[in-house]
């Protein structure tokens, strides 16, 4: 719609209030119990800062402090909707979704990663996607087994 038919104090005004949507990644939406209700508690906060934003009186200041929030309950409420609960590998034999690997890198670097969500992976906190290409390469190989990723070695050492 055109500015010209809002109250909006300028084109700028109005870009700041219509967000467009996050991308939903083309993967399954695979998540952890914890990941699950982290999803859930994110979606919980951005309705409550939605809802912060709708008690400002100031029309255009009320659209630019809501545009964030709508952004992701829009976002949190479809990644809730699609969540496939996985539950906890039932052995450690075989890297899976929800391990807990260790591996060391032909550079010498030993590094342990919990094979997680798109949502709740985080490197430097020690969770990878399993749609990385790390996970990728180390899911269902055992202690012992080397792979190759981005063409390095990957030697896995141990398997949570």
Same mark, same amino acid.
């Given at each position: 719609m055109s500015v010209a038919f809002t109250k909006e104090e300028?084109?700028?005004?109005?870009?700041?209030?219509?967000?467009?949507?996050?991308p939903i990644s083309?993967?399954?939406?695979?998540?952890?119990? &914890?990941?699950? @209700?982290?999803?859930?508690?994110? =979606?919980?906060? &951005?309705?409550?800062?939605?809802e912060a934003a709708q008690a400002i009186e100031d029309i255009n200041e009320r659209r630019r402090q809501a545009a964030i929030p709508l952004r992701e309950v829009r976002y949190l409420s479809e990644r809730?909707?699609? &969540?496939?609960? !996985?539950?906890?590998?039932?052995?450690?034999? @075989? !890297?899976a979704f929800g391990s807990? !690997?260790?591996?060391?890198?032909?550079?010498?670097r030993v590094q342990t990663y919990?094979?997680?969500g798109e949502d709740e992976a985080d490197p430097k906190t020690g969770s990878?996607?399993?749609?990385?290409?790390v996970a990728r390469a =180390?899911? *269902? @190989?055992? &202690?012992?087994?080397?792979?190759?990723?981005? *063409?390095?070695e990957l030697e896995i050492t141990a398997i949570a």
């Open positions: 300028s084109a700028e005004t109005a870009s700041e209030t219509l967000l467009p949507d996050r083309p993967h399954p939406n695979l998540v952890t119990a &914890a990941g699950l @209700k982290a999803l859930e508690r994110q =979606l919980a906060e &951005a309705r409550e800062a939605y809730v909707r699609t &969540a496939q609960l !996985v539950p906890a590998p039932a052995s450690a034999d @075989k !890297v807990t !690997v260790t591996f060391s890198r032909d550079d010498g919990r094979i997680v990878i996607s399993f749609a990385s290409p =180390l899911m *269902g @190989k055992s &202690a012992g087994d080397v792979v190759t990723s981005a *063409g390095h």
